[in-house]
């Protein structure tokens, strides 16, 4: 019998690896309206692929290790899903840059625009085929956790995220980041409690965790004003991003800001 064969009589049992499972509900968060575009599951055609790769819970491409089990390593993000073609290739360009600089190392290859970039070849671009309307992402078997890399280049975008540091010298403060800068928010107990209501801090190390406010729930307490420092290293556009998040979530923040 072969993989397939044998893998359909036993009921088709299949389980996304851990960071597969990870990147498609930080895409499905992201995207709510298309959440149903992301997942795991793959077609016939591909399951019964010759010989099977990444898409089966029996690829004979698993790496670094071998897999116990029906898991399956790969997902493809479609075009339509995340706003259109250039939408995607922002996506991939900062995957690909992730994977490169060692921020994802749980990437094995990626396939866009007929193109393989694939981490046993150095990154080097390889001819592929297809893959015109979405990207493929393979993951490696030997990295369990996507750690605290963030699926969206955000550092591209106005949607900046709030970051709390909860270990270290600088344990309780509160920052904007656009991706690569922080800046402060400022830093008194009555804004750090209406923050931590609507956001819980989790990191145990010095070290910051993102996550945006606008997937919380509104806080309980009255609005605070928050002062949004739009300075250095912090665009007036990502400012204005994070401003009206704040707004939203039930903050009081000056519009326009100063």
Known sequence: MTAYQTWNAAGRPLTPAPTIAALVGLLRGAYPDHASGFG??????????????????????????????????ATDVMARDVGGTAALDKLFRYWLDSAKSGRAPWIKYLIWQATLYDVR???????????????HVSARTD?????????????????????????????????????????????????????????????????????????????AAPPVAVTVDHGDGL????????????????????????
């Open 40 to 73: 795991w599951y793959a077609d016939d055609a591909h399951y019964q692929a010759d010989p099977p790769l990444d898409h089966t819970p029996y690829s004979v491409d698993e790496w670094p290790v071998a897999s116990p089990g029906y898991v399956v390593f």
């Open 121 to 135: 070849y150095g990154w080097k671009a390889q001819a592929n085929s297809d893959h015109f309307d979405h990207v």
């Open 143 to 219: 990295v369990q956790t996507l750690g605290n890399w963030t699926a969206l280049p955000l550092e591209r975008t106005d949607m900046p995220f709030l970051v709390s540091v909860t270990g270290g010298p600088t344990k309780g403060a509160m920052f904007i980041s656009d991706g690569f800068d922080m800046e402060p928010v400022r830093n008194d107990a009555a804004v750090r409690g209406a923050l931590a209501s609507v956001m819980p801090t989790v990191n145990a190390a010095d070290d910051a965790q993102a996550h945006y406010i606008g997937s919380h729930p509104r806080p």
């Open 235 to 258: 665009e007036l556009s990502i400012a204005e991003g994070m401003a009206r998040v704040l707004r939203a979530t039930g903050f009081s923040v000056p519009n326009p800001l100063p």
